[in-house]
T-cell receptor, first 112, second 113 residues
Framework: DGGITQSPKYLFRKEGQNVTLSCEQN?????MYWYRQDPGQGLRLIYY???????QKGDIAEGYSVSREKKESFPLTVTSAQKNPTAFYLC???????????FGPGTRLTVT | GESVGLHLPTLSVQEGDNSIINCAYSNSASDYFIWYKQESGKGPQFIID?????DKRQGQRVTVLLNKTVKHLSLQIAATQPGDSAVYFCAENISGTASKLTFGTGTRLQVTL
């Protein structure tokens, strides 16, 4: 099956710890994205990458970091500098020739 | 700043009726629009899309209408079913921003029996 996987589905961390969320796709898409979703709200773009070894900040990049060493993988690190990290995190991918983004199932991060 | 928004946060519709979900956009440079459906605790799923050179596009039980004059987008769902209950988002691509999408805040569709 082709698609996007995110792991884990639920993640719990203590305040002050960095945490890395996994995103893998086997759709052969060049572009990948990370979004944050808070309850009752829309999706806000954190980072995106249109090609391996290159990525750009989205609208809310502060306190987050990413890497894109492989086409299939785009991990997101939520650092201790992120003031309010508890949220639902969604990863997506797309062909660079197309605007439709395919989403993973999401990771719900809770920081206490 | 310019953004995509929605008129109604919650829409309640009786099973079998048609649903209309509205979306306003303010960026005249937007050239592509897409509707997603998101069920609770899941990632968004593609429903239908439309380019700015079109006024209407139909899919299975869904129709998207684009009115560029008033910068308005709507999603029509025919014969709404309980499985249509979800949050619906519109999103736009602003020309010149590569493949980025800007999402609205969403409308919750509740289907009553």
């Amino acid at each position: 099956d082709g698609g996007i996987t995110q792991s884990p589905k639920y993640l719990f961390r203590k305040e002050g710890q960095n945490v890395t969320l996994s995103c893998e796709q086997n759709l052969n898409h060049d572009a990948m994205y990370w979004y944050r979703q808070d309850p009752g709200q829309g999706l806000r773009l954190i980072y995106y990458s249109q090609i391996v070894n290159d990525f750009q900040k989205g609208d809310i990049a502060e306190g987050y970091s990413v890497s894109r060493e492989k086409k299939e993988s785009f991990p997101l690190t939520v650092t201790s500098a992120q003031k309010n990290p508890t949220a639902f995190y969604l990863c997506a991918s797309s062909r660079t020739s197309d605007y439709e983004q395919y989403f993973g199932p999401g990771t719900r991060l809770t920081v206490t | 700043g310019e953004s995509v928004g929605l008129h109604l946060p919650t829409l309640s519709v009786q099973e079998g009726d048609n649903s209309i979900i509205n979306c306003a956009y303010s960026n005249s440079a937007s050239d592509y629009f897409i509707w997603y459906k998101q069920e609770s605790g899941k990632g968004p799923q593609f429903i239908i899309d439309i380019r700015s050179n079109m006024d209407k596009r139909q899919g299975q039980r869904v129709t998207v209408l684009l009115n560029k004059t008033v910068k308005h987008l709507s999603l029509q769902i025919a014969a709404t079913q309980p499985g249509d209950s979800a949050v619906y988002f519109c999103a736009e691509n602003i020309s010149g921003t590569a493949s980025k999408l800007t999402f609205g805040t969403g409308t919750r569709l509740q289907v009553t029996l």
